[in-house]
């Protein structure tokens, strides 16, 4: 018979740590930056996170929906997505292999952005 400590503790859930030997998902540090390069009056719409692995690496990939409003959001929002693939995120034993904009489009408020993103487990 085998038996199994998940380790939950809600004090882990909550601060979105590591439970036993599975790195934390990297999302909440992810959006944490991105609104910071977003700038003021920017917020998060959707956000999704699922497992991800290769052959030889895994980790999460990631669907983010921005919206960035105010009379200035289309500036904000080229300036947002100029040189985002080579852009440097500090993220807790993960790295960021691949983020691309996939859709920019005018809203009503501002402009939204849709992105996606791969993070690979930095061992």
Not at 7 to 13: A, E, I, M, P, V
Request: cysteine-free; aromatic content about 6%; hydrophobic content about 40%.
């Amino acid at each position: 018979m085998t038996s199994v400590d998940h380790g939950f503790t809600s004090r882990n859930l909550v601060r979105n740590q590591a439970i036993g030997n599975r790195s934390g998902d990297p999302l909440p540090r992810l959006l944490t930056q991105l609104l910071e390069r977003a700038g003021t009056g920017s917020t998060v719409l959707h956000a999704t996170s699922r497992p991800w692995a290769s052959a030889l690496f895994q980790g999460r990939r990631h669907i983010i929906v921005l919206a960035l409003e105010g009379v200035d959001a289309s500036t904000r929002a080229d300036r947002f997505a100029d040189g985002i693939e080579e852009a440097q995120w500090n993220l807790n034993r993960h790295f960021v292999a691949d983020i691309t904009i996939d859709d920019q489009r005018p809203t009503d408020n501002g402009v939204q952005i849709e992105l996606a993103a791969l993070t690979i487990e930095d061992w």
